[in-house]
């Protein structure tokens, strides 16, 4: 017992409870994915959590560089236990401090559209969002001059196909990339063609609203396309990414669409020309 004692004492606390903290922020970051992605309770609780088990993976950080300045100025034991704690809190630590870089000059907006002036409306997912979400009216002027100062090439499709074979080259987009599509509706009798899916994020699966319209523009069609955040007022770029990216997606797959084919005119087998008056015209010599 006295030299398990003594052994313990050799080891920094310091770097003990670094590794504690950051294994506990592990856990409690695991956990707020979980409560997302299962949808067990409301957002608000959940990222509540995510913010809490990044704050003890800070303090898990410095808790384990202060531990390799005592572990070199009184020679205990414990460097383990401080790299532990660093690359766990790094890496927890790392897609959100990039996240923080790369969208420091990004326009504090969540609702991203091709069409501002007119944009396209949530009807099925503005049924099912919840309360405590955002509102599913588009911001306005506002928002608009922001976007087009930030994502200036956030532009609608404007495609020389039907508006019937736009939608199903849309429809064929969406349900590549298995998004959940809440509601459709093709073109016929000259509405508008929609398609309304719910889309989650990669890694803490927040769910996000799309909602596409496909209407005629003279001989040929044009895509809308809106992307929105249910939660927060900054989305980290995420909504003009997916815009972008499902509009280019749309347009490839229109220009790998086979040409319908057109009927050839139906011809008379075994009648030759006919005269005005009925009868065949007279044999020339």
Same mark, same amino acid.
Not at 152 to 162: G, H, K, M, V
């Given at each position: 017992?006295?030299?398990?004692?003594?052994?313990?004492?050799?080891?920094?606390?310091?770097?003990?409870?670094?590794?504690?903290?950051?294994?506990?922020?592990?856990?409690?970051?695991?956990?707020?994915?979980?409560?997302?992605?299962?949808?067990?309770?409301?957002?608000?609780?959940?990222?509540?959590?995510?913010?809490?088990?990044?704050?003890?993976? @800070?303090?898990?950080?410095?808790?384990?560089?202060?531990?390799?300045?005592?572990?070199?100025?009184?020679?205990?034991?414990?460097?383990?236990?401080?790299?532990?704690?660093?690359?766990?809190?790094?890496?927890?630590?790392?897609?959100?401090?990039?996240? &923080?870089?790369?969208?420091?000059?990004?326009?504090?907006?969540?609702? !991203?559209?091709?069409?501002?002036?007119?944009? /396209? *409306?949530?009807?099925?997912?503005? %049924? #099912?969002?919840?309360?405590? =979400?955002? /509102?599913?009216?588009?911001?306005?002027?506002?928002?608009?001059?922001?976007?087009?100062?930030?994502?200036?090439? !956030?532009?609608?499709?404007?495609?020389?196909?039907? $508006?019937?074979?736009?939608?199903?080259?849309?429809?064929?987009? @969406?349900?590549?990339?298995?998004?959940? !599509?809440?509601? *459709?509706?093709?073109?016929? %009798?000259?509405?508008?063609? *929609?398609?309304?899916? @719910?889309?989650?994020?990669?890694?803490?699966?927040?769910?996000?609203?799309?909602?596409?319209? @496909?209407?005629?523009?003279?001989?040929?069609?044009? $895509?809308?396309?809106?992307?929105?955040?249910?939660? &927060?007022?900054?989305?980290?770029?995420?909504?003009?990414?997916?815009?972008?990216?499902? !509009?280019?997606?749309?347009?490839? =797959? #229109?220009?790998?669409?086979?040409?319908?084919p057109t009927a050839a005119p139906a011809s008379k087998k075994g009648k030759g020309p006919q005269s005005k008056t009925g009868q065949p015209p007279p044999r020339q010599r």
């Amino acid at each position: 017992m006295l030299r398990r004692y003594i052994a313990e004492q050799q080891t920094s606390q310091l770097a003990i409870w670094a590794r504690r903290m950051a294994l506990f922020s592990l856990m409690a970051t695991f956990l707020a994915i979980i409560i997302v992605r299962s949808g067990l309770l409301e957002i608000r609780p959940a990222l509540a959590t995510f913010a809490g088990a990044l704050a003890l993976s @800070v303090i898990a950080v410095l808790l384990a560089f202060a531990a390799f300045i005592v572990i070199w100025r009184e020679g205990l034991m414990g460097i383990g236990y401080a790299l532990t704690a660093i690359v766990i809190g790094a890496g927890l630590l790392a897609y959100p401090a990039y996240l &923080g870089v790369v969208s420091y000059r990004l326009p504090w907006i969540y609702d !991203i559209t091709t069409d501002p002036i007119d944009p /396209p *409306r949530f009807e099925a997912l503005a %049924r #099912i969002r919840p309360r405590d =979400a955002n /509102p599913v009216i588009y911001a306005g002027l506002s928002a608009a001059e922001q976007q087009r100062n930030a994502y200036p090439e !956030i532009e609608p499709l404007e495609a020389d196909a039907s $508006v019937q074979a736009a939608y199903d080259a849309a429809l064929a987009v @969406v349900t590549k990339r298995r998004w959940n !599509i809440v509601a *459709r509706r093709p073109p016929e %009798r000259g509405r508008e063609g *929609r398609i309304e899916a @719910v889309v989650r994020t990669p890694i803490m699966g927040f769910r996000e609203d799309v909602v596409l319209r @496909v209407r005629a523009d003279g001989p040929g069609s044009r $895509v809308d396309v809106r992307s929105s955040s249910r939660y &927060g007022s900054f989305d980290f770029g995420t909504n003009a990414t997916r815009v972008r990216n499902l !509009i280019d997606d749309i347009e490839d =797959a #229109i220009g790998t669409q086979k040409p319908e084919p057109t009927a050839a005119p139906a011809s008379k087998k075994g009648k030759g020309p006919q005269s005005k008056t009925g009868q065949p015209p007279p044999r020339q010599r």
